[in-house]
């Protein structure tokens, strides 16, 4: 007897709206299950963002809602489930637990343990997914975020609750930028947390080892979902950083976050989308691909002492190829943050280092997050450089320059010494002011090119060595006032000299400050 189709579509509506949980907590199964995502049927009352715990005792978070199923990507190991096997809503959304006893841990971003220590106790947990503060919680970004690094704090300076991208090609330092940061950080008073997005557990290893030989960790949380992880486990990497981030800054601290970095955030997504069968847009991502980055960034901010003060800045680095930052992902993350430090191979491959492309690098917030100390040294910096870019262009096809312009083009030519640094030896305020006032000033201009670093290593060496006052005066007061200055004339003259008188070559000399003002 064959049964008509009518009573086969009742009964299998009935199949669908069947509960078996006796609470009336809502029950389905799984239909597939497919590298790191499983599509779930009869979960209709579902709400994206929900944990929902499948048989076999593994969770998943829903990240895709259609008429009829849900698309999860699990939190554990999807080996472990089965097509057909049950799987329970449980009506909350994904937390992590977040305390003080994170500072110099590396964690999952499940905040599971990667350094053999003890288990995080939970004692208050924050969502992962939090909407961003609204306009009235915020204030000025005009508390300056000291890098350590001088072409940074001098020309593209950062302010705390700022988003500042750092975008370049491989291999260009931008990893070494955002670590030298942090170790900058030992005496600012500022909680740090690395994301590693996709990289290899040996870099973390190094790195980990890094901020211990520096003193670092005991104030920066790493947070590390690697390449041998689950693209699930990538794609909640940088919100869980961002979450506990926004844990010490509702206790109004000041927190960094550094986010390594969202290309590869990125393709974790889009491999996770096109698994979900989602329309592919340009460059295969999906078609909210500038919603993921969006509402990761907005969460940086300054709050106002009313909402407790603290704030979080957000160190996104974004990974071009061949230099084209017009490519999808770039042009979607600038739009997001409030300016860019663009790396460049040529001047990496040049030894200019760190390889900031000063023309195509932009703060938003500028001269407002910078001191009044590096303000006053900076305005120079960035007349002399311009002047220079601009000169150095036009001299190529020149074959005879009047005197002025080969001042000019002498004295951006040993700025462009000065401003580069090693790795992993962040500059204190007042070190960065002095090195830059000599240059900016005229006091390295007779000196060959080839001896600037040593030049400058000698005045960096006698600052800390003979001027410990003046060094805290001006990290304290952060002020650079005439009595300083003329207090600089005097020691930085005296220091050059006796570099010159000490060493054996002999055009090694100081010059007397040249008035190179535009005309």
Same mark, same amino acid.
């Given at each position: ?34 590298? #790191? ?20 005792? =593994? ?12 698309? $999860?990507?699990?939190? #554990? ?27 110099? !841990? ?6 599971? @343990? ?5 288990? +995080? ?17 915020? !204030? ?11 072409? +940074? ?36 008073? =500022? ?13 973390? $290893? ?6 211990? !030989? ?17 693209? *699930?486990?990538?794609?909640?990497? @940088? ?14 601290? &000041?927190?960094?976050?550094?986010? &390594? ?63 084209? %930052? ?11 943050? &409030? ?27 500028? #001269? ?13 910096? /960035? ?5 220079? !870019? ?16 080969? /001042? ?26 002095? %090195? ?23 005045? %960096? ?55 190179? *003002?535009?005309?």
């Amino acid at each position: 007897m064959k049964i008509s189709e009518s009573i086969l579509n009742k009964f299998g509506e009935k199949l669908e709206n069947l509960r078996l949980d006796i609470q009336g907590e809502e029950v389905g199964w799984v239909l597939e299950i497919k590298d #790191g995502v499983i599509i779930a049927e009869g979960l209709d009352n579902a709400a994206y963002g929900e944990i929902i715990e499948t048989e076999s005792g =593994v969770s998943a978070m829903i990240i895709d809602l259609t008429e009829k199923t849900v698309g $999860a990507i699990v939190l #554990g190991d999807y080996l472990k489930i089965r097509a057909g096997e049950q799987v329970k809503s449980t009506g909350r959304v994904l937390s992590i637990p977040v305390n003080e006893s994170l500072l110099g !841990r590396v964690v999952n971003p499940l905040v599971i @343990p990667l350094d053999g220590g003890e288990q +995080i106790t939970v004692e208050k947990q924050y969502p992962i997914e939090k909407l961003a503060p609204g306009v009235v919680a915020r !204030r000025q970004v005009n508390t300056p975020l000291q890098t350590g690094i001088k072409s +940074i704090d001098s020309l593209i300076p950062i302010g705390r609750g700022q988003r500042e991208l750092i975008i370049g090609d491989r291999g260009t330092g931008k990893t070494t930028i955002a670590v030298d940061t942090i170790i900058n950080q030992k005496k600012e008073n =500022v909680i740090c947390i690395y994301c590693a997005i996709g990289q290899k557990n040996s870099k973390i $290893a190094s790195l980990v080892d890094l901020l211990k !030989r520096n003193g670092a960790l005991d104030y920066t949380i790493v947070v590390n979902a690697s390449a041998s992880d689950s693209a *699930s486990l990538q794609y909640l990497a @940088p919100y869980s950083a961002c979450a506990i981030g926004e844990y010490f800054m509702d206790k109004g601290k &000041d927190v960094l976050v550094v986010y &390594d970095d969202l290309s590869k955030h990125a393709w974790a997504y889009r491999q996770i989308s096109l698994i979900l069968r989602r329309p592919a847009g340009r460059e295969a991502y999906p078609g909210d691909i500038f919603y993921l980055h969006s509402r990761l960034l907005e969460r940086a901010c300054r709050l106002d002492e009313k909402h407790g003060g603290g704030s979080l800045t957000a160190l996104p680095i974004i990974e071009t190829l061949e230099g084209d %930052v017009s490519a999808y992902i770039p042009t979607n993350v600038i739009s997001i943050t &409030d300016g860019q430090i663009f790396l460049e191979t040529d001047l990496f491959n040049a030894g200019i280092r760190p390889a900031i492309n000063v023309g195509l690098s932009v703060s938003r917030v500028g #001269g407002t997050a910078q001191t009044k100390a590096m303000k006053k040294v900076a305005s120079k910096l /960035k007349l002399d450089l311009a002047q220079y !870019r601009d000169l150095a262009a036009f001299s190529q096809f020149e074959s005879e320059l009047d005197e002025e312009t080969k /001042k000019l083009l002498n004295r951006g030519a040993r700025i462009t010494q000065i401003l580069k640094q090693r790795k992993n030896r962040p500059y204190s305020l007042a070190e960065e002011v002095v %090195v830059l006032w000599a240059a900016t000033n005229g006091y390295l201009d007779a000196a060959p090119l080839d001896k600037i670093d040593a030049l400058e290593t000698k005045l %960096v060496q006698n600052l800390n060595e003979n001027a410990q006052k003046f060094i805290d005066k001006i990290n304290h007061e952060k002020v650079l006032t005439e009595k300083d200055e003329e207090f600089l004339k005097t020691f930085v003259s005296q220091t050059l000299s006796d570099a010159a008188g000490s060493t054996e070559q002999a055009e090694i000399t100081v010059s007397t400050p040249l008035n190179l *003002s535009a005309k």
